[in-house]
């Protein structure tokens, strides 16, 4: 659920997505889900002429299991907060794994 | 398992490009849907391209029911630049853009079976593990 909430606190913030067929979308971040299925406004395909299919297309919904990065705006991420939080998620599992 | 109601709800009776898990393309009005996915597309076009070439062709294909798990990606169509495709792209005949296309399928294929082939000789599960591309 981290990478969920972390997600969410990038909406509204310029992306670029990289997808395991290579190509690479980038707009503004309009939602995620549980699933970090992504829906994307206003974009734009970094190789136009490779990839001509997405041209006339204004938002997309991409599913999140065809992602393979997602390219951050460095500015808007708080390193030190995601480190604590990811230490604390997974210090929450090993108690969870220990006490199973 | 694969969508949220609210996701689609704005995107209903919009013209939608989907791209399927095959790698198609379909372009319609989207009319229908439900939690996993499964759309209801009316008045589809497929669009076919042969990258390498710089050719594609629209295919007429009718009303769709698409079933959700085949669905990796949907697009609203900006109304304004409708049926734009960037230059140098011409559109061609169906025949010959199929024929195009299929070889370049072909050669991606074989290209990623050799990829796979030595990757799997250091002991890596290719990315895709023989799903095919779109």
């Known amino acids: 659920m981290l990478f969920f909430s972390f997600f969410k606190t990038l909406v509204d913030h310029p992306v670029t997505v990289e997808l395991k067929n290579d190509i690479s979308i980038r707009g503004t971040l309009k939602s995620v889900d549980q699933f970090l ?22 938002n997309v919904f991409i599913r999140g299991s065809v992602v393979r990065y997602v390219h951050l705006p460095g500015s808007v991420v708080d390193t030190a907060l995601l480190e604590d939080a990811a230490r604390r998620e997974a210090a929450q599992a090993s108690a969870k794994a220990k006490a199973g | 398992m694969f969508t949220t109601a609210a996701q689609l709800l704005d995107l209903t009776d919009k013209k939608l490009l989907v791209i399927l898990r095959d790698g198609r393309k379909l372009i319609g009005v989207l009319r229908s849907w439900d939690q996993f996915a499964n759309l209801v597309l009316q008045d589809t076009i497929e669009r076919v391209y042969a990258e390498n070439e710089k050719v594609f062709a629209s295919v007429p294909r009718g009303l769709y029911l698409v079933r959700g798990e085949n ?44 990829t796979r082939a030595k990757l799997q000789a250091f002991g890596f599960e290719g990315e895709l593990a023989g799903e095919v591309m779109f």
Do not use: C, F, W
């Not at chain 1, 734009?44 to 041209?55: D, F, T």
């Not at chain 2, 409708?82 to 070889?103: G, I």
């Open chain 1, 37 to 58: 299925n992504i829906k994307l406004d206003d974009i734009s395909v970094v190789e136009e002429v490779k990839y001509p299919h997405l041209s006339s297309v204004k």
């Open chain 2, 71 to 114: 669905v990796l990606m949907l697009g609203e169509i900006d109304l304004d630049k409708d049926d734009y495709v960037p230059e140098p792209y011409r559109e061609e005949s169906t025949n010959v853009v199929d024929a195009l296309h299929r070889k370049e399928i072909k050669e991606q294929k074989d290209k990623e079976k050799s």
